[in-house]
């Protein structure tokens, strides 16, 4: 596999990153329980739909307090540690909850678990910038995307399968492809994060000790992404909201076999498009290639305004899926260009947290819109919403270039009073 993976576009990255990817799949490959856990907790546990609802809607909202120790952690005792501790902790809250399946504590072991889990995110995306140079991050996290991608399309399966057949083995091969992660990383994976060379920027001031808050306000282009981000994540939160309700009411009596090859065929588009769309847009700066994905977008959600049958579903899938590529594929690539190495993991953290609001924002306010207003005005407004972020991703990218290019003249100057 790994010779495969050295093949452009990912050839020459550093051999971690190839080994990550094999980490991605294993990973993607064995979650099993988070996408099922609304129809455990009612079909297997018996929990009515508005406690189970709650319980759901914990299981998100632990995604912030999880991705930020897990940052700050990244920062301080290295990516590969805070990897393996919660990554076993994970599994060891999946074995318990095998062993206490009828349990009313499994409810809150799961949420445990998934708090654990998201807390290894900004430490793998801050592996990735620790092991990349600039021209080579798109390639990195492209190919991580593709990892999760190919586990996935396996992994769905296998845990429908699971459910209804071995509850139990659901959590046991959570638990076991955790496990089995864990074991690539101990065995072969080196500690990307060199704390001694960051002490040493700090003790020369190259980067004085500050407050990560300070540092981060001293980031606006950073803020004004991750703002941005919000729009983006909001509009693409209709692919799991907006898009099941209206196919339920285009097709009343298939409506959850229509959405399920509408998400088999974005799946089938991000496995044989990441590597075209890595290629051609790996010339192009990170901000470049997210105003590009916010234009795919407004086309890809727009064109439910029109949706009547399947061939607009599926052209409008394929459009939204090619954004999704650019949008996971380059925002990792932003973070790592530009926030400080010691940084890093907090910086990853905070991205995810305040993207993740635009998830947990979106399907409520829309919700409130389709009722009110109807879809083809719900869609009119996720494709104003597209647009607008789209036009302020590219006033960021305009920003970026005017900054490039004011640097490039200082240097021209500073070469030429060198000369005299």
Not at 244 to 261: C, Q
Not at 263 to 268: D, E, L, V
Not at 279 to 298: C, E, R, S, W
Request: with cysteine.
């Amino acid at each position: 596999m790994i010779k495969i993976l050295r093949k452009s576009p990912y050839s020459n990255l550093h051999r971690s990153i190839y080994l990550l990817f094999v980490v991605q799949v294993i990973n993607s490959l064995g979650t099993f329980v988070i996408p099922f856990l609304t129809l455990f907790l009612t079909q297997r546990l018996g929990i009515e739909g508005k406690l189970a609802g709650m319980y759901v809607m914990i299981a998100s909202l632990v995604f912030a307090p999880g991705s930020l120790l897990g940052g700050k952690l990244a920062d301080q005792i290295g990516r590969k540690n805070v990897f393996i501790i919660f990554q076993l902790l994970a599994a060891l809250c999946f074995i318990v909850a095998a062993f206490m399946l009828t349990s009313p504590l499994v409810p809150w072991i799961l949420i445990l678990a998934n708090l654990f889990t998201t807390a290894i995110l900004p430490a793998i995306d801050s592996m990735v910038a620790d092991l990349t140079k600039p021209e080579e991050r798109k390639s990195a996290f492209s190919l991580l995307y593709l990892g999760y991608n190919v586990g996935v399309a396996l992994g769905y399966s296998i845990a429908g399968f699971l459910f209804a057949n071995y509850i139990k083995l659901l959590f046991f091969g959570e638990a076991l492809a955790k496990i089995v992660a864990v074991l690539v990383v101990i065995l072969f994976l080196e500690e990307s994060f060199k704390k001694n060379e960051v002490k040493n920027l700090i003790i020369n001031n190259i980067h004085k000790k500050e407050s990560f808050i300070k540092i981060f306000l001293k980031k606006p282009e950073i803020i004004f992404f991750a703002v941005v981000a919000i729009l983006y994540s909001f509009v693409f939160s209709q692919h799991s909201f907006g898009i099941p309700l209206h196919v339920n009411e285009l097709f009343p009596s298939e409506g959850a076999k229509v959405y399920g090859i509408i998400m088999t065929f974005n799946s089938i588009v991000v496995l044989v498009f990441t590597v075209l769309i890595t290629q051609l847009t790996d010339k192009y700066k990170a901000v470049f290639n997210m105003v590009i994905a916010g234009i795919f977008f407004a086309i890809g959600f727009g064109l439910l305004y029109f949706a009547k049958g399947y061939l607009v579903l599926m052209i409008s899938t394929f459009f939204w899926t090619m954004g999704r590529i650019l949008d996971r594929t380059n925002t990792g690539v932003f973070i790592a260009n530009s926030a400080p190495e010691q940084y890093r993991g907090r910086f990853n953290a905070v991205l995810l947290i305040i993207s993740g609001a635009g998830y947990a924002i979106g399907p409520a306010f829309m919700g409130v819109v389709i009722n009110n207003y109807g879809f083809q005005t719900s869609w009119k407004l996720i494709f104003v919403l597209s647009l607008v972020g789209t036009f302020f991703m590219y006033l960021l990218f305009l920003n970026d270039k005017k900054k490039a290019l004011r640097i490039c003249n200082e240097g021209k100057v500073v070469g030429v009073e060198q000369i005299k």
